[in-house]
């Protein structure tokens, strides 16, 4: 239906290291949007990706949604202690459905 | 930066009583929406409204749930007789156009505890 898959659930890295996210959809997305949710805190947008292909790129943080629009990715580049949080990918339609999300923890 | 506001930011009640959540959205927006999220899940959505009247709501908004906008500025979630299930995080959430074209904007949260 209209849910979105993320994996992993949760993923444990060193400073440094790199951090992916993969987001997926059983049908054809019109767009995917990413927030950052800190530890106590509430969803925050990051990105929306609309064309297929599109890779977008915000500092350290790389978007990618799928040819087939029906997949998208978060990658981290050398994460540092301040990208501790929960990363959720989203279907726009009006509503926003989320996926599961990924948490990201840092260890300095 | 323009911003969500809600309050109380911590509410504890006793089951079965009644809940009533405020949030004032961005003042130029006409989308309003309320999500949840238990606490370790994902974030789910509950309603929105639109033009005074609400335009979708899942499975999770039923009968002991409401919305209102009584005036130019707040937007209220009310929750009639409370259950344990409840407790969750509330997020309001606001944004000035329709369809998928905008970005949604979410208040800090209400954190609501059923005992």
């Known amino acids: 239906g209209q849910q979105v898959m993320q994996i992993p659930q949760y993923q444990h890295v060193q400073e440094g290291e790199d951090f992916t996210t993969y987001c997926n959809s059983s049908?054809?997305?019109?767009?995917i949007q990413w927030y950052k949710q800190r530890p106590g805190g509430h969803p925050v947008f990051l990105i929306q990706l609309v064309k297929s292909g599109e890779v977008k790129k915000q500092k350290r943080l790389t978007f990618q949604f799928g040819e087939a629009k029906k997949n998208s990715s978060l990658h981290i580049t050398a994460t540092q202690t301040t990208d501790v949080g929960t990363y959720f990918c989203?279907?726009?339609?009006?509503?926003?459905?989320f996926g599961q999300g990924t948490e990201l923890s840092v260890k300095p | 930066e323009p911003e969500v506001t809600q309050t109380p930011s911590h509410q504890v009640t006793q089951m079965g009583q009644e809940v009533i959540l405020r949030c004032v959205p961005i003042s130029n927006h006409l989308y309003f929406y309320w999500y949840r999220q238990i606490l370790g899940q994902k974030v789910e959505f509950l309603v929105s409204f639109y033009n005074n009247e609400i335009s979708e709501k899942s499975e999770i908004f039923d009968d002991q749930f409401s919305v209102e906008r009584p005036d130019g500025s707040n937007f209220t979630l009310k929750i009639r007789s409370t259950k344990l299930e409840d407790s969750a995080m509330y997020f309001c959430?606001?944004?000035?156009?329709?369809?998928?074209?905008?970005?949604?904007?979410f208040g800090e949260g209400s954190w609501l505890t059923v005992v």
């Open positions: 959430a606001s944004k000035n156009e329709g369809g998928s074209g905008n970005t949604i904007y």
């Open positions: 989203a279907r726009q339609g009006g509503k926003l459905i």
């Open positions: 049908t054809t997305l019109s767009n």
